[in-house]
């Protein structure tokens, strides 16, 4: 196996844990709404899960590890990606859209304490139509 392979597979297999593990998110009130199936649809694309892949997590989310970044800059960065998905393109965020948000920044690592302030700020950011640099450069600072 050469290095590139062990590159690509261990990429996949975090993204199939992240996938995973927002799956285990999604199903926790015992099973997903439409509004979350529409993310999942979503995030399996951006994260290149095959079709397969998809319904065989689906049936058994907790077949793969959940890997929760350990750096904070990686947290940001899945938070930014998931803020862009869940955020609609009327701009309007419903109040389900929120708390789903909300839920996936908890799986992420943030902390109940500050995570409405942090999904408020990170939706804030994609309103303004920032790019990643700049929302990671914001969320780091937004304490000053």
């Known amino acids: 196996m050469s290095i590139s392979d062990l590159f ?12 995973s593990a927002i799956v285990r998110v999604a199903l926790s009130d015992g099973e997903i709404s439409p509004e979350e199936k529409k993310f999942l649809d979503k995030l399996a694309i ?13 049936e058994n ?21 998931l803020a862009r998905m869940v955020y ?20 992420l690592g943030f902390t109940a304490g500050n995570v409405n302030y942090i999904v408020d700020k990170a939706l804030k950011l994609v309103d303004m139509n920032v790019d990643l640099d700049t929302f990671t450069y914001e969320m780091q600072h937004m304490n000053r």
Do not use: C, W
Request: hydrophobic fraction near 35%; charged fraction near 30%; glycine fraction near 4%.
């Open 8 to 19: 690509d597979s261990g990429f996949r297999n975090r993204n199939k844990g992240h996938f």
């Open 61 to 81: 989310p907790v077949k793969y590890p959940v890997n929760p970044p350990l750096m904070h800059s990686h947290r940001l960065e899945r938070l930014y990606d």
């Open 88 to 107: 609609t393109d009327e701009h309007v965020m419903a109040e389900k859209e929120h708390h789903l948000l909300t839920r996936f920044a908890l799986a």
């Open 46 to 58: 951006k994260l290149e899960i095959s079709q397969a892949e998809y319904e065989e997590i689906l």
